[in-house]
C-alpha cells in the first residue's frame, strides 16, 4: 500500500512539473513573436504602413527582407510590390520620420 502511494505522489509531482513546462513554453513562443509596423513604398509610388508580424527583433533584419514581397492595399483588391523599406518599428512605437507618422495616424487598424 505504501508503495502505491508512493507512485500516485510521484505521478501527480511528474503532472504537475509537465504543465509548469508547458506553460512556460506556451509564453516564450507568444514573446518571440512581435507586432511591427513598416513604412514603405510600393512598386506603384505609394508609401503606406504595412504591418507584420515576425518571430525577431531585429527590425533591421526584416526592413531588407520585405524588399520585394507583395503587400494589399487599403480599399483595393490588388497586391503591389515593396521595392524600399524606409524604417520598421515595433507596433507601439512612433516612426522618425514626421511623414511616416502622419500617415501611420492615418491607417487603418
Same mark, same amino acid.
Given at each position: 500500500?505504501?508503495?502505491y502511494?508512493? *507512485? ?10 509537465l #504543465? @509548469?513546462?508547458?506553460t512556460l513554453? %506556451?509564453?516564450?513562443?507568444r514573446?518571440?513573436?512581435n507586432?511591427?509596423?513598416c /513604412?514603405? %513604398?510600393?512598386? =506603384?509610388g505609394?508609401?503606406? $504602413?504595412?504591418f507584420?508580424?515576425?518571430a /525577431?527583433?531585429?527590425? =533591421?533584419?526584416?526592413e531588407?527582407? $520585405? $524588399?520585394? @514581397?507583395?503587400?494589399? #492595399? ?8 515593396? $521595392? %524600399?523599406? /524606409? ?7 512612433? *516612426? ?5 507618422? %502622419?500617415?501611420?495616424? =492615418? @491607417?487603418?487598424?
Open positions: 500500500m505504501k508503495n502511494l508512493k *507512485f500516485i505522489l510521484l505521478v501527480i509531482l511528474s503532472c504537475s512539473a #504543465v @509548469t513546462q508547458i513554453a %506556451k509564453s516564450e513562443i514573446e518571440i513573436r507586432n511591427v509596423k /513604412h514603405v %513604398k510600393l512598386e =506603384n505609394d508609401s503606406i $504602413i504595412s507584420w508580424v515576425i /525577431h527583433k531585429n527590425l =533591421n533584419q526584416h531588407s527582407s $520585405i $524588399i520585394g @514581397t507583395s503587400v494589399s #492595399v487599403e480599399d483595393s483588391l490588388d497586391e503591389f510590390m515593396v $521595392i %524600399k523599406a /524606409h524604417q520598421c518599428v515595433l507596433e507601439e512605437d512612433q *516612426f522618425s520620420d514626421k511623414k511616416a507618422r %502622419k500617415l501611420d495616424e =492615418n @491607417t487603418a487598424r
